[in-house]
């Protein structure tokens, strides 16, 4: 029911670009800048299938991937909210390939006004699937330190938990507030290479007390 429910969501994307298609200018916007307007164009059949084609391909993969995991037996401990990132995920990009054809039908569409609380929202069930996702090779942040510990795992994602909803909160107002877009994305990466110190520390600090 679930995988029938999200590849279904795939196919509506693709019913809407073959709809939509002979409405659609030869060239339809491809890209916006940190303002929301306009800066590229594309072919449409590039733009209209471009989206739908990475979704499929990704919901392979999610579908895939844990089948493959060395660890596939912890996913069964997150498996619901696993599923609701894929569900989440899906509806995303059914959203952003709306917002791509009413942009090219000729729709005023701010993007960062239209996209950038749908992006927190989706940081924000990131920060909850941190919370409850257990040691695996494919979700969560993956580490040679928290690939090998459960417990710098555990504190790992219990900290990216807590950065993402704060992150998601400043994402949703660089939607609004052109000046913070740039520092947001910046501020993405300090958080990634932060975690990733971070559980080296943890791993060093727990490998220090078991030699003791």
Do not use: C
């Amino acid at each position: 029911m679930f995988w029938s429910l999200a590849f279904a969501l795939v196919l509506l994307s693709f019913a809407a670009s073959f709809y939509f298609y002979p409405q659609l200018p030869e060239k339809i916007p491809s890209h916006w800048n940190a303002s929301g307007e306009i800066d590229a164009y594309a072919n449409k059949e590039a733009s209209l299938f471009i989206i739908p084609s990475i979704t499929l391909i990704v919901l392979l993969l999610f579908a895939v991937l844990p089948k493959i995991d060395p660890l596939r037996k912890n996913y069964a401990a997150f498996m619901p909210y696993f599923k609701g990132f894929i569900l989440i995920f899906t509806v995303f990009m059914l959203y952003l390939h709306a917002l791509t054809i009413a942009a090219g039908l000729g729709f005023a569409v701010k993007m960062n006004y239209w996209l950038m609380p749908a992006i927190s929202a989706l940081f924000l069930y990131m920060a909850l699937l941190f919370k409850k996702a257990k040691r695996n090779w494919f979700v969560g942040i993956r580490t040679p330190w928290t690939l090998s510990s459960d417990s710098v795992w555990q504190k790992t994602h219990a900290l990216a938990s807590k950065l993402f909803v704060l992150y998601a909160i400043l994402f949703l107002f660089a939607g609004f507030f052109e000046f913070l877009f740039w520092p947001a994305i910046i501020l993405l990466f300090i958080l990634v290479i932060a975690l990733f110190a971070y559980s080296y520390f943890e791993y060093a600090k727990e490998e220090k007390i078991q030699e003791v």
